[in-house]
């Protein structure tokens, strides 16, 4: 076997850990190894032979022996039992959004499913709705899954693209017949869906550049003389696009697309670099995550987007007193180190109990903690505050006491999503009336290739947010990067400012604030637009005024 057919008999290996075993280590610790595998520049067998292998980064005892025996053999034995025990389809079935493990395990032994097709058809002939503990309209739910999966097949969350992307492009790099080479495409527009990963190569020989591509991806093939398609670790397609050096520029320009943007921008004069393709047809400069629409190449100068390092401190960060894995002080530590002026502690409210929402006794003691833990930070700020579910009914999860202890309140839907957009539009504008609140956390509560958002009269909200000055967050969590970008443009006119929120629930998430500005920066948002650029007495200021 070579490393990329061990690679993805470790991926294999660790999808199957992942429907027996809710525990996820077992399965990241093969996860690891493939990637570990497939980023080698030597054959697998080397490393056996040299005793190496066990002293690769990323390679366990137990991941070890696994692939010692995929490349002695050309199989393994603990892959074998885990094949027979399931249909090879049983995968596909995880991407119908709510159907968890427990439930397709269950439709697995009783009804024999094993994949997409047969849940469909098992599903309109009735026969699982007569399954314990599924019904009718459970069913309906499951063949409306069914068709959202089907449409998002082939779709993975952008950073997967971006850590695929770069660590190719760093593969590249150490070849000297590769004189440069970028990410292009969807991935470097920062699309948060994405399909594929493309890069774009500068190299003078071309057959040369094809040789060093099938060490890099597996089933390389050719599209036409410059273009060539592999797969990557997890089916995930690669696009590589070879020009010669002097056309390096243009190449990148023109496959990092949008297909819309380009064909706006006209005739591309081919260029060393992509800011002699704007020079030379005389456009003002758009930022690649502008590249959707022709709207920014009508601008007379180019826009200025926000930066990470733009951002002074951050809101939206859980303790373990909530569902955090890390304490205050944790959080606090990590916050100080990541050189923030001020963060904002919310764990979630009494009506989360599923998340270990606090009663006004735990915000209390939530409060002491800070109170004790804070001047470790010094001179790092820290508000109080809360992530206060919107009831039903548009209140806000705490009495008008427990409201007045909090620096800032993010108010977030967690529940009763399968309201109308007219009832949801009347509880986010009964939300945004209470005095109290400071931002809308996770707006339209969409969870990216999972669940899709529940719908409003946007414009209302916006308006009304506007109006009374309440932020919208841009949750940076990959898998909600919620406000989505296409709306913010429609926010912003309505007078609406952000803050860009990591929803961190460990000190790992603060990383969150990379993605989140992804977003920002796609929607066009600058720094002033954007609270959390802010200084921090002058947000002390605002939400002393506020609160
Ligand atoms: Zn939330
Ligand atoms: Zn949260």
Redesign the pocket.
């Known amino acids: 076997m070579d490393k990329w057919q061990v690679a993805r008999s470790l991926d294999e290996i660790a999808k199957y850990v992942d429907l027996t075993e809710p525990n996820r280590f077992k399965a990241m610790a093969f996860e690891k190894a493939a990637r570990a595998i497939a980023s080698l520049d030597r054959d697998p067998a080397d490393l056996i032979e040299s005793g190496d292998l066990q002293k690769t980064p990323g390679i366990g005892k137990t991941t070890a022996s696994v692939i010692e025996e995929l490349v002695r053999t050309g199989s393994s034995r603990y892959l074998e039992q885990l094949r027979q025990k399931y249909p090879s389809g049983i995968f596909e079935l995880l991407r119908v959004p709510k159907l968890g493990l427990k439930k397709i395990g269950l439709l697995h032994e009783k009804l024999g499913i094993g994949s997409l097709d047969e849940l469909e058809e098992a599903c309109r002939s009735g026969k699982v709705r007569a399954l314990r503990g599924f019904g009718e309209k459970t069913e309906q739910q499951i063949l409306k899954g069914i068709a959202f999966a089907r449409k998002r097949e082939s779709q993975f969350l952008l950073p997967v693209g971006i850590e695929i992307g770069e660590a190719i492009r760093e593969q590249l790099a150490q070849y000297d017949e590769i004189e440069n080479a970028e990410v292009s495409g969807s991935v470097r527009r920062r699309l948060e869906v994405v399909r594929n990963v493309n890069i774009a190569v500068a190299a003078r020989d071309v057959r040369a550049a094809q040789k060093i591509f099938t060490k890099i991806v597996a089933d390389l093939e050719g599209l036409d003389e410059t273009t060539f398609k592999g797969t990557a670790r997890n089916n995930v397609e690669v696009i590589f696009h070879v020009a010669k050096p002097a056309e390096f520029g243009s190449t990148l320009f023109r496959t990092t697309g949008s297909a819309e943007f380009v064909e706006a921008f006209g005739d591309i004069k081919a260029a060393k670099s992509e800011e002699q393709v704007f020079e030379r047809a005389e456009k003002v400069w758009v930022a690649p995550e502008r590249r959707e629409n022709a709207d920014d190449l009508r601008r007379k100068k180019a826009r200025s987007l926000v930066r990470l390092e733009d951002l002074r401190g951050t809101f939206?960060v859980?303790s373990t007193f909530s569902d955090g894995r890390n304490t205050i002080l944790e959080m606090l530590t990590a916050a100080r180190e990541r050189g923030f002026e001020y963060v904002g502690m919310?764990d979630?409210s009494q009506s989360a109990f599923y998340a270990g929402g606090l009663t006004p006794d735990g915000v209390r003691s939530q409060q002491a903690e800070i109170a004790k833990q804070e001047p470790a930070v010094a001179p790092m700020r820290v508000f109080r505050g809360t992530?206060a579910d919107i009831l039903a009914d548009g209140s806000i999860d705490y009495d008008e006491a427990t409201l007045n202890r909090f620096d800032f309140v993010?108010a977030?839907i967690h529940s009763r999503f399968g309201m109308t957009p007219e009832e949801m539009t009347e509880r986010i504008l009964k939300a945004l009336d209470n005095p109290h609140v400071t931002f809308i956390?996770?707006l339209t509560g969409r969870l990216l290739l999972a669940r899709e958002g529940y719908t409003m009269d946007f414009d209302r909200v916006f308006e009304k947010a506007g109006a009374r000055g309440v932020m919208i967050e841009i949750n940076g969590n990959p898998r909600r990067l919620d406000i989505d970008w296409r709306l913010a443009g429609r926010a912003l006119d309505r007078g609406v400012r952000f803050s860009i929120n990591p929803?961190a629930?460990s000190t790992r998430e603060y990383n969150a604030l990379i993605s989140g500005t992804w977003v920002a920066r796609k929607a066009g948002l600058s720094p002033k637009e954007i609270f959390n650029t802010k200084p921090a007495e002058e947000v002390a200021e605002f939400l002393r005024r506020r609160a």
């Open positions: 939206h859980h919310s979630h992530e993010i977030s956390g996770h929803d629930h």
